[in-house]
C-alpha cells in the first residue's frame, strides 16, 4: 500500500482497507492508527495488522476508558465500554476515604477510574496473570493503590479483613462452550483466563462471593459485571452468601450490574 498522498487521501485509502476487513468503526480506527505511527513504514505495519484481526487497543498500546487513557500490552483484556457502567454503579457507592478492591482487575482500568473519581480511596488491585499485572502497575499508579499478581484474595494483607468497603469484579463470566463464539479479537488476541468463566460462566463468581462476607465491612458492597441471562443466576449467588442482592441494567450499553451489601446477617 502506498501513502505518499497527502493527509486527507492516506485516510481515505485506510478507511477502505479497514472497512474491507469487517473494522466497522473504520473511519475512528484510521485516525488513530495514524496518529500512532512515526512514518509510512509503520503506518502500513499498524494497518495491516488490524487488517488481519489484532485488537485496535493492542496496536496503538492503549484503550480509552472513562476518558483515561489505559495503557494495554499485548495479550491482556481490554476494557469494554460497556464496563464504565460498572464503574458509574460504583463510584455511587464509593466514599472518599473508603477501601476498595478490584478483582480480576487485567489492566487496572476499573482500579484507575475510580481513584480518578472519588478521592482517597485505598485501592488493592489483583489479577493472575502477569501480562496484565504489569499493565495494572503502569496505570494505577503506586501513591495511589497497590497491585497485586495472585488468585483472587489470596494476596491480600489479611488486615483488611472486614474493613473493605467496596469490592468490584469484571470476572470472565463468558461460558466456556460459548468462547468459540466470541470476535476473534478476543477470542485469539486476549488471554483464555480472562474470558472463561466454566461450565455456566459463574466459577470466578461463585468464589469471588463465597468469600466476599470475610472481607466486606458490614454494609460493604460487592459489585458485579455480568449477562442479562446470568443476572438472576449471580443474584441467587449473593443471596446464597447473606448478601442482599440489586440488579441494574443500561439498556444504552447493555449492561448488567449485580450489587450486593453485606448486611449484619451475612456469613
Known amino acids: 500500500m502506498e501513502y505518499s498522498e497527502d493527509g486527507r487521501d492516506i485516510w481515505k485509502t485506510i478507511v477502505r482497507k479497514l472497512r474491507a476487513a ?12 495514524i496518529s500512532s505511527s512515526q512514518n509510512d513504514t509503520e503506518l502500513e505495519q499498524l494497518v495491516d495488522q488490524r487488517a488481519a484481526g489484532f485488537p485496535l487497543e493492542h496496536i496503538i498500546g492503549w484503550a480509552d476508558f472513562c476518558g483515561l487513557r ?21 463510584v ?19 482500579g484507575a477510574a475510580l481513584i480518578a473519581s472519588v478521592e482517597r480511596i485505598a485501592l488493592h488491585a489483583v489479577d493472575i496473570d502477569p501480562a496484565a ?12 493503590g ?6 483472587l484474595y489470596d494476596p491480600l494483607p489479611v488486615h483488611l479483613y ?27 488476541h486476549e488471554a483464555r483466563i480472562a474470558l472463561d ?29 455480568t449477562s442479562e441471562k446470568q443476572a438472576p443466576l449471580t443474584a441467587e449467588l449473593f443471596t446464597q452468601y447473606g448478601l442482599l442482592p440489586k440488579w441494574v441494567r443500561s439498556e444504552e450499553q447493555d449492561a448488567n450490574v449485580i450489587i450486593g451489601i453485606r448486611t449484619d446477617h451475612s456469613r
Do not use: H
Open 197 to 225: 468463566g466454566g461450565a455456566d460462566g459463574l466459577d470466578v463468581q461463585r468464589r469471588i462471593v463465597a468469600e466476599a462476607p470475610r472481607w466486606l465491612a458490614v454494609g460493604g458492597f460487592l459489585l458485579f459485571e
Open 22 to 33: 469487517g473494522c466497522v468503526f473504520a473511519e475512528d480506527e484510521a485516525r488513530l492508527l
Open 92 to 110: 455511587t457507592l464509593t466514599q472518599p476515604g473508603d477501601v476498595v478492591v478490584d478483582l480480576c482487575c487485567g489492566s487496572g482500568a476499573l
Open 162 to 188: 472486614n474493613r473493605v468497603n467496596v469490592i468490584v469484579a469484571n470476572a470472565p463470566y463468558v461460558p466456556t462452550d460459548a468462547i468459540k463464539f466470541m470476535p476473534a479479537e478476543a477470542r485469539v
Open 146 to 151: 497497590k497491585v497485586y499478581e495472585g488468585d
Open 70 to 90: 489505559i495503557e494495554l500490552d499485548p495479550g491482556v483484556f481490554v476494557p469494554r465500554q460497556r464496563t464504565e457502567f460498572l464503574v458509574r454503579q460504583a
Open 133 to 144: 499485572v504489569q499493565c495494572a502497575r503502569r496505570n494505577i499508579r503506586l501513591d495511589k
